[in-house]
């Protein structure tokens, strides 16, 4: 029988914040790590630390096997066709420069399109930004609608034939919605582009079939799927990652070295320059596997009530402006929101003094604060190992600072 409570398997969640206990609403920033990938990380370090994928004694031969098991088990979590579409990068971040540095550079030209979304993330923004200007591409934006979610008519009206890439992110950081992605890449395939899609806000909340979606490229960050930080994912499509050239260049990613000339590995060691985060690596696959074992009906089962009692909360606060999704059905984890008349930067830090830990700023997400008209906004997100104390704090703590400030 499944728990209930996962609390107990987070030992951050005990901790007191201003003699207050801790109430951690920052998931989408980061999520806090379960004892087995604090094991894990401890585990290894102490026992099979070694370097990967070069030493033939025993030691780095386990490294190895534990390092490449764990790119197996990242390919069945996304449902990838073959284990070597899938590496590791540092972060989400750091995959979707990787794809704007090799797919980008090698295939967008001068007067090709590039869509992204008015919701992206400054990581899936910023590097087709960089590329439209090094390339003199075109850079074009699909809207919202009313209620906060992608403007598929919109969408049909911005990829065109003249489009090379779309990028998209699978859920937002700020408006609480996950997004059409099979929709938008039928679109986009028919146009003959691409579709890249930043993953980082959806892998620890539903399943992941990269197949089913047809992305040409999925990133995400270990460190937002209760993984460890400075570690990331890349999936591409076969077919794509055999047209590429590296991005980074030195040990490990190498077959042969001339004096003048250099021939490659084989995908993926041709796309993992250096020694890896072999530490990171074990750490997200303990944390896959952790996951896993809650299972996604499970998370969504306990997130969601958690998500239904922040909306229905705030809904009742004289003064509070929500963004995204209306209907509680549409509105996924992550709740932006505004108190008139104060800073989120006031609201946070007064939230914290009861020890409620929210985000409040841009979200890195600025050209999207500017379609709302805002500068920033306060933003509660939740986990599975979150309750409806928590929720019952952060509102009471809400509460408390609106009287505060007298507004």
Known sequence: MKKLNYRADFPILTTQINGEPLTYLDNAATSQKPQAVIDALTHYYTTDNANVHRGVYTLAAKA???????????AAFLHAARREEVFFTRSATDS????????????VTAGDEIVVTVMEHHSNLVPWQQLAQRKHATLKYIGLTADGQLDLADARRQIT????LVAVAHASNVLGVTNPVATIAKLAHAQGAVVVVDGAQAVAHVPVDVQTLDADF?????????????????????????QLTPAQFGGEMISDVDWQT????????????????????????????????????????????????????????????????????????????????????????????????????????????R??????????????????????????ALQAVKEFFHV
């Open 218 to 242: 999925y990133a995400f960050s270990g460190h937002k799927v209760y993984g460890p930080t400075g570690i990331g994912v890349l999936y591409g499509k076969y077919a794509l990652l055999e």
């Open 64 to 74: 190895t096997d534990q390092y490449e098991a764990v790119r197996d088990q990242v």
């Open 161 to 164: 034939a003249k489009t090379k």
């Open 371 to 396: 379609y709302l008209k805002v500068t920033a906004t306060v933003r509660a997100s939740v986990g599975f190992y979150n309750n409806s104390t928590d929720v019952e704090r952060f509102l009471t």
């Open 96 to 107: 979707l420069n990787w794809v704007a540095q090799t797919y980008g550079d090698q295939f």
């Open 262 to 369: 250099t021939e490659f590995a084989a995908i993926p060691a041709r796309f993992e320059a250096g020694t890896p985060n072999i530490a990171g690596v074990i750490g997200l696959g303990a944390a896959l596997t952790y996951l896993q074992g809650v299972g996604f009906d499970a998370v969504q089962e306990l997130e969601q009530p958690l998500t239904d009692q922040l909306l229905t909360g705030l809904s009742q606060i004289d003064g509070v402006t929500v963004y995204g999704p209306r209907a509680l059905a549409d509105h996924g984890p992550v709740v932006a929101f505004n108190l008139a008349h104060l800073h989120p930067h006031d609201v946070a830090t007064g939230l914290d003094m009861a020890g409620v830990e929210v985000r409040a700023g841009h979200h890195c997400a600025q050209p999207l604060m």
